[in-house]
């Protein structure tokens, strides 16, 4: 257990919609991270957000847009979805932003837009 | 732009034999490397890093690996595959000592298969 913490596990929707995923970074953990995981693009680095602010940003989407709030946690919602956006959706954390800091991964939330 | 390269995306070994798990890297900068563990269903768990300490890095469940700066290389060994080691394996990068971020970039993956 990496103490980094998603929900929903597992998230089945319909083409159009919207979703929001959570995570709850490890306590103490300042950095929060979301990858997308697919068997098309591998492991995608989306975006990393350090004490509520935006750190570092890669291939997300303009539909997809994400927030870390005051208590840490951290949301991503995906939005106007296609079924290419079906994947495995993984949050992480690290105790600061800089590089080195290991990250710790949650077990994800798969997402699948049908 | 920084990448990485996984040789083998399927790699097979028998139980008791070397487990040698191939990874490149490309970097305009001195970079870090990790290797992460992917167990069916679950997340993503570090075996080891290089943050420049040292070029030969010892991990978890006796894995490790060596920074070759010649060979822009960071390949996982294992001197005896067990049959917990099937997993997927994903060798990672990103910018070295002073990076502001902590992004990482993966490999594409290799998966261990460990016969008896």
Not at chain 1, 5 to 20: D, E, F, M, N, S
Not at chain 2, 58 to 68: Q, R, S, V, Y
Request: hydrophobic content about 35%; proline content about 4%; aromatic content about 12%.
């Amino acid at each position: 257990d990496s103490g980094v913490t998603q929900t929903p596990k597992h998230l089945i929707t319909a083409t159009g919609q919207r979703v929001t995923l959570r995570c709850s970074p490890r306590s103490g953990d300042l950095s929060v991270y979301w990858y997308q995981q697919s068997l098309d693009q591998g492991l995608q680095f989306l975006i990393q957000y350090y004490n509520g602010e935006e750190r570092a940003k890669g291939n997300i989407l303009e539909r997809f847009s994400a927030q870390q709030f005051p208590d840490l946690h951290s949301e991503l919602n995906l939005s106007s979805l296609e079924l290419g956006d079906s994947a495995l959706y993984f949050c992480a954390s690290s105790p600061q932003p800089s590089s080195g800091n290991t990250i710790y991964f949650g077990e994800g939330s798969w997402l699948t837009v049908v | 732009a920084q990448s990485v390269t996984q040789l083998g995306s399927h790699v097979s070994v028998s139980e008791g034999a070397l487990v040698l798990l191939r990874c490149n890297y490309s970097s305009s900068v001195p970079p870090y490397l990790f290797w992460y563990v992917q167990y069916p269903n679950q997340g993503l768990q570090l075996l080891l890093k290089y943050t420049s300490a040292a070029t030969l890095v010892k991990g978890i469940n006796g894995f490790e690996a060596e920074f070759k700066k010649s060979e822009t290389s960071f390949h996982l060994t294992k001197p005896s595959a067990h049959m917990s080691d099937a997993a997927e394996y994903f060798c990672a990068v990103s910018e070295g000592y002073g990076g502001a971020t902590n992004k990482l970039i993966f490999g594409t993956g290799t998966l261990l298969a460990v016969q008896p």
